[in-house]
Each structure stands twice: as C-alpha cells, then as structure tokens.
T-cell receptor, first 109, second 116 residues
Framework: GQNIDQPTEMTATEGAIVQINCTYQ??????LFWYQQHAGEAPTFLSY????GLEEKGRFSSFLSRSKGYSYLLLKELQMKDSASYLC??????????FGSGTKLNVKP | DTGVSQDPRHKITKRGQNVTFRCDPI?????LYWYRQTLGQGPEFLTY????????KSRLLSDRFSAERPKGSFSTLEIQRTEQGDSAMYLC??????????????FGQGTRLTVV
C-alpha cells in the first residue's frame, strides 16, 4: 500500500558506505521509519524522521524530504553483521504503518 | 515488560483446520497491529486496534480471518479453514499514539504458520 518503493537488493564492501533509498506517497503522510530485519527474525527499529533533514544515530543516518516523498538510510563503516533486509515504513493518517518490500543488503569482505 | 510477545512461535496445521495466534503488546501501548509477511516481502498490513476497538481491517483479509482485543491488552488472530496460501509469518506490533515520544512500532518475534 501507499506505493512505498525501495531497491530489492544491494551489495557493498565491509568498511564502505551504502545508501538505501525509499520513495513513498505523500498524501496523509506523517513520518518515515527504518527497520532492520535479519532472516527469520522480527524487524527492529533503526530510525525515525518526521521533519525534513538528517537524523544521525551512530553508524546509521536517515534523511527525509517531505516535499519529494523521499528518504534514505545511510550506513557507514559497514560490518558483516549489517547484512540484513532494511525496511522502509511510512506512517499515514496518524495510525497505520505501511512497509516497502525491503532492501536486502549483502556486505562482502 | 520485555517487549511484544507472540505465541506460538511456530504452527504447522493441516489445510482446513482453524488456528489462533496470541499477541501480548508492550503494556503501555494502546495501539496494536497485525501484519503478514511472506519470504522476500515487507510486512503487509492486516488490521489495527486502538485499545479494544478494531479501527481498520485490510481488504486483503478474507472473512476467514478475525482478530480481537477484548480488554484492550492482548490480542488474538484466528484463521478459519486454513489454506496453503495462508502460510506466512504473522507479526504483531504495538505503539504509543502518534505525537508521543517513541511513536515507532515495536514488533514481536512473529508466528510462522505452515499449512500442509
């Protein structure tokens, strides 16, 4: 729902920086969330943007542009344990979270 | 309170049987969500409660699916006459109302359903 789009898969090298993009429908939009999900496990919360700009949390940063319906998750100093799926989720009408299909990130040595 | 808990973690059932899953949200969270996730896909919204009221149900949810949250605390999701297409991970999440700190949804570990 809500046309949340993100790339299906990305590959990056240990120690590098990777940016995962997400676009979403702007009507009714309230906030953008990023989750990490390892295979067979539940999604775990990474970051949350309501206003335009960059939110930084250690090696992870997330950016939001409300007017463009665009967000990205930036992962720095990649580690092997960062190999996982990254889910973009948008909150609409103050009550529902819609998720993208997830971006599978492969970190190689 | 250690987070959202779901029971059982795994369920194997024969086609045509009924199954029921339980979710216990974080105690101070008044919002509770059910999602379904299949391999390689993101979680798909099924239904949502605010306290005991079921405020929305996805069109994806057939009449075989029903969810309750009788006292505004734990919730159950029942699937009647299961079909092989119901095989998926069923995720429960809870959150505080929007506008408070920590509005993000916290997920349980999920119930993996296999219909044979």
């Amino acid at each position: 729902g809500q046309n949340i789009d993100q790339p299906t898969e990305m590959t990056a090298t240990e120690g590098a920086i990777v940016q995962i993009n997400c676009t979403y429908q702007t009507s009714g939009f309230n906030g953008l969330f990023w989750y990490q999900q390892h295979a067979g496990e539940a999604p775990t919360f990474l970051s949350y943007n309501v206003l335009d700009g960059l939110e930084e949390k250690g090696r992870f940063s997330s950016f939001l542009s409300r007017s463009k319906g665009y967000s990205y998750l930036l992962l720095k100093e990649l580690q092997m344990k960062d190999s996982a799926s990254y889910l973009c989720a948008a909150l609409y009408n103050f009550n529902k979270f819609y998720f993208g299909s997830g971006t599978k990130l492969n970190v190689k040595p | 309170d250690t987070g959202v808990s779901q029971d059982p973690r795994h369920k194997i059932t024969k086609r045509g049987q009924n199954v029921t899953f339980r979710c216990d949200p974080i105690s101070e969270h008044n919002r509770l969500y059910w999602y379904r996730q299949t391999l390689g896909q993101g979680p798909e919204f099924l239904t949502y409660f605010q306290n005991e009221a079921q405020l929305e149900k996805s069109r994806l949810l057939s009449d075989r699916f029903s969810a309750e949250r009788p006292k505004g605390s734990f919730s159950t999701l029942e699937i009647q006459r299961t079909e092989q297409g119901d095989s998926a991970m069923y995720l429960c999440a809870s959150s505080q109302p929007y506008g408070r700190m920590n509005t993000e949804a916290f997920f349980g570990q999920g119930t993996r359903l296999t219909v044979v």
